[in-house]
């Protein structure tokens, strides 16, 4: 009993005694104190409070100062014991409850070191995530390039295309008998490329790495949450690199790992410029721009609603940042299309993620509205979730907004005008809307379109 009075005392002092969810996260896990993180996880969990789903754990900031060193190499060295380590303790350290105010707090992505360690982790993986009989990566062969036989790299090639070498020694019956067992079965220049290495792990191996990727991945999600982390995270190339090709890889990629990464993303949006992967920033893997949107657009169209929301809600983030137009806009017509197809499935959250992302697009250029107005059941499927009306009010103006938005172009106005009635309906119902329908009304019946203004000018009507 007195151990369990400890624990609630401790509780709160360092965080809160209802924990509130965190998206994507289950009720109860927090943080803890240090020795509690090396281990003792089995004994928090009889000293939780009853009010808790799960051990609540509390670990110190200054752990993370006093041993930050020491929590780098331990991930950086590989071994399973420290990598363990690292990553309970770094989970820990980087949760927090929503509710929960920790004004000692360590910015960790500051930390020198601990993010390329991090992602390290995840890129081991996904070096030996795919059997070799699907998936073979180019290498580049640059020593002894220029030399026919050094020892190294080509000295097979050479020997097996060259046969003068071998009948060189035609005196020798035991070499011509090797000569001919080399000729009659050649194999390729690359051969031991295809051979499993030294260190090739089972597939008990493997599933220990995927949990540190994903465990990785998880604590790089708790950063892009910390306000202090955003901005040196969403200038890290290594790091964008990295979440967009687990992003990109969704069919194959472990999901935990796409929806941390997706989720990572969605949280540095506001800050990323996808000029980066064109920058003079080091480049770990090869990702651009325009695969960058075609990741996004890949898991827009997956049957997954967590990744297709998540994906809705970055592109309309993204596209508030005037400089990352020019790679989203020639994806604009499938964008729309698929956000329209997202409207009308029956998940309130799924609307809203398509409803905010169309209300950032049609707020670019009239190039966007135009295209948008033209697209089958945009209008209806905008009315449909005002009329319903979705439970987020914020969700029903964004929609009459967009409606607003499509009526000032004048090509939209007779796409507009089947509405009419539906609009007026709309008008004199719900009072929340009716100034933005009237506005709508006005535009469409009280102003001359550009044709009929010719035609006045015209005949002096």
Same mark, same amino acid.
């Given at each position: 009993m007195q151990k369990r009075d400890q624990s609630k005392a401790g509780g709160g002092a360092g965080g809160s005694a209802t924990p509130a969810a965190k998206r994507g996260r289950p009720f109860g896990s927090g943080s803890g104190n240090a020795a509690t993180a090396a281990g003792a996880a089995g004994s928090a969990d009889s000293a939780a409070p009853s009010t808790l789903l799960g051990p609540s754990l509390q670990v110190h900031s200054a752990f993370a100062e006093q041993n930050n060193k020491r929590i780098v190499l331990a991930l950086q060295s590989g071994l399973k014991s420290e990598l363990t380590w690292a990553l309970n303790t770094l989970t820990l350290l980087s949760f927090k409850e &929503? +509710?929960?105010?920790? *004004? +000692?707090?360590?910015?960790?992505? &500051?930390?020198?070191?601990? %993010? +390329?360690a991090l992602l390290q982790v995840i890129d081991d993986w996904r070096d030996i995530s795919l059997p070799r009989v699907l998936v073979k990566t180019p290498r !580049?062969?640059?020593?002894?390039?220029?030399?026919?036989?050094?020892?190294?790299?080509?000295?097979?090639?050479? %020997?097996? *295309?060259?046969?003068?070498?071998?009948?060189?020694?035609?005196?020798?019956? #035991?070499?011509?008998?090797? @000569?001919? *067992?080399?000729t009659s079965n050649p194999r390729p220049a690359d051969w031991w490329f295809e051979e499993d290495g030294l260190f090739n792990m089972d597939e008990e191996g493997r599933a220990e790495k995927q949990l540190c990727a994903v465990g990785a991945s998880n604590i790089i999600r708790n950063f892009s949450f910390m306000p202090d982390n955003e901005v040196i995270m969403a200038q890290h190339r290594h790091c964008l690199e990295?979440?967009?090709?687990?992003?990109?890889?969704?069919?194959?990629?472990? /999901?935990?790992? !796409?929806?941390?990464?997706?989720?990572?993303?969605?949280?540095?949006?506001?800050?990323?410029?996808?000029?980066?992967? #064109?920058?003079?920033?080091?480049?770990?893997?090869?990702?651009?721009? &325009?695969?960058?949107?075609?990741?996004?657009?890949?898991?827009?169209? #997956?049957?997954? &609603?967590?990744?297709?929301?998540?994906?809705?809600?970055?592109?309309?983030?993204?596209?508030?940042?005037p400089d990352n137009e020019p790679f989203l806009l020639p994806f604009a017509p499938q964008v729309h299309k698929r956000l329209v197809d997202i409207m009308s499935l029956p998940d309130t959250n799924a609307q809203?993620?398509? @409803?905010?992302? %169309?209300?950032?697009?049609?707020? @670019?250029?009239? +190039? =966007?509205? %135009?295209?948008?107005?033209?697209?089958?059941?945009?209008?209806?499927?905008?009315?449909?979730?005002?009329?319903?009306?979705?439970?987020?009010? /914020?969700? =029903?103006?964004k929609a009459a907004m967009i409606l607003e938005n499509l009526v000032s172009e004048p090509q939209n106005k007779p796409l507009l005008l089947v509405y009419e009635n539906a609009f007026a309906e709309m008008l004199f119902s719900d009072g929340r809307y009716s100034d933005t329908f009237a506005r709508i009304l006005f535009e469409l019946t009280s102003r001359p379109s550009n044709k009929v203004a010719t035609a006045r000018g015209i005949w002096g009507m």
């Open positions: &929503k +509710d929960e105010v920790r *004004k +000692d707090a360590t910015p960790l992505a &500051k930390i020198p070191g601990l %993010l +390329d !580049v062969r640059m020593l002894g390039a220029n030399s026919a036989v050094t020892g190294f790299g080509n000295e097979y090639e050479a %020997l097996s *295309k060259n046969e003068a070498a071998h009948s060189s020694a035609a005196g020798s019956s #035991s070499k011509e008998a090797s @000569v001919q *067992k080399n990295t979440l967009f090709q687990c992003i990109e890889d969704y069919v194959t990629e472990d /999901e935990e790992l !796409v929806t941390n990464a997706l989720e990572t993303v969605v949280n540095l949006a506001h800050l990323l410029d996808l000029r980066i992967f #064109s920058s003079s920033k080091p480049s770990y893997i090869k990702i651009t721009e &325009k695969r960058a949107v075609q990741a996004i657009m890949g898991v827009l169209g #997956s049957a997954v &609603k967590a990744w297709h929301c998540g994906a809705a809600e970055l592109l309309g983030r993204l596209i508030i940042n809203g993620a398509a @409803v905010g992302a %169309l209300y950032n697009l049609a707020e @670019v250029n009239m +190039d =966007c509205r %135009l295209k948008l107005g033209s697209e089958r059941w945009a209008i209806d499927r905008l009315l449909k979730v005002i009329k319903a009306p979705h439970p987020v009010p /914020e969700v =029903c103006r």
